[in-house]
C-alpha cells in the first residue's frame, strides 16, 4: 500500500521551516527519506525505526509515530540546496522482506 | 567505486521491440532492485534479487523480466514494448542492515526510455 505524502508541493523563503508528512494505512517497521533533485537520481538522507527519532545532516531531522504509522520530515532554515522532491519510502518487515514502498513525493522549491 | 551503473542512458523504442537496461554494481550488495518512475507516481518496484541466482517480483512486474547470475549485475528486460513503459528506471542496490532493519539503497542515474 503506497504512502501517502502531504503537502505535495511546498514553496519557501530561504531560512524558512517546512514540514513534510507521511502516512501509512499498514503497520511500519521502517520508514526512509529519499531526495531527488531534477534529473538526478534519488539520494538517501535517513532511516527510522519503531518510535525513533534520528537526526540526520544539516537541519533536517525526522520523526516516526508507529501507532499512528506517520513519520514527518523537518526542515529548518532551509538553504536553497534543499530544493528537489522528497519521498518517504515504508517498510512493513525488516530485514529481506523489507522492500520499501514509496509515496509519490512531496516537491520542494526554496527560493532566495 | 562507480556504485550503481546505468547503461543506456536514454532509448528510443517502436511498439513491439525488446530491448535490455543494463543494471551493474561494485560495491559487493547482496540486494538489487529495479524501479521506475512515472511523473507525479513516485517510485514503483519492479523486480528485485536478494542474491544471485533469486528473483522476485515486485509492485508491477507485468512485461519486464530480470536475471541475476552474478552479484555485480541484474539486467532488466523489456519484451514487445508498449507505450505504457514509457518511463524513467532506476536500478537500485543494497546491503541488507539488519541493524537499521531495513536496506538503504544506492541509485544508479537512471535510464529514460520512450516507446513510441
Known amino acids: 500500500q503506497q504512502p501517502v505524502q502531504s503537502p505535495q508541493a511546498v514553496i519557501l523563503r530561504e531560512g524558512e521551516d517546512a514540514v513534510i508528512n507521511c502516512s501509512s494505512s499498514?503497520?511500519?517497521?521502517?520508514v526512509h527519506w529519499y531526495r531527488q533533485k531534477h534529473g538526478e537520481a534519488p539520494v538517501f538522507l535517513m532511516i527510522?525505526?519503531?518510535?525513533?527519532e534520528q537526526k540526520g545532516h544539516d537541519k533536517i531531522s525526522a520523526s516516526f509515530n508507529e501507532k499512528k504509522q506517520q513519520s514527518s520530515l523537518y526542515l529548518t532554515a532551509s538553504q536553497l540546496s534543499y530544493s528537489g522532491t522528497y519521498f518517504c519510502?515504508?517498510?512493513?518487515?525488516?530485514?529481506?522482506?523489507?522492500?520499501?514502498?514509496f509515496g509519490k513525493g512531496t516537491k520542494l522549491s526554496v527560493k532566495p | 567505486n562507480a556504485g550503481v551503473t546505468q547503461t543506456p542512458k536514454f532509448r528510443i523504442l517502436k511498439i513491439g521491440q525488446s530491448m535490455t537496461l543494463q543494471c551493474a554494481q561494485d560495491?559487493?550488495?547482496?540486494?538489487m532492485y529495479w524501479y521506475r518512475q512515472d511523473p507525479g507516481m513516485g517510485l514503483k518496484l519492479i523486480y528485485y534479487s536478494v542474491g544471485a541466482g533469486i528473483t522476485d517480483k515486485g509492485e508491477v512486474p507485468n512485461g519486464y523480466n530480470v536475471s541475476r547470475s552474478t552479484t555485480e549485475d541484474f539486467p532488466l528486460r523489456l519484451e514487445l514494448a508498449a507505450p505504457s513503459q514509457t518511463s524513467v528506471y532506476f536500478c537500485a542496490s543494497s546491503n541488507s542492515d539488519r541493524l537499521r532493519g531495513a536496506n538503504v539503497l544506492t541509485f544508479g542515474a537512471g535510464s529514460r526510455l520512450t516507446v513510441l
Open positions: 560495491m559487493n550488495h547482496n540486494y
Open positions: 499498514k503497520a511500519l517497521y521502517s
Open positions: 519510502g515504508t517498510a512493513n518487515y525488516g530485514g529481506s522482506q523489507g522492500n520499501l514502498i
Open positions: 527510522l525505526l519503531k518510535g525513533g
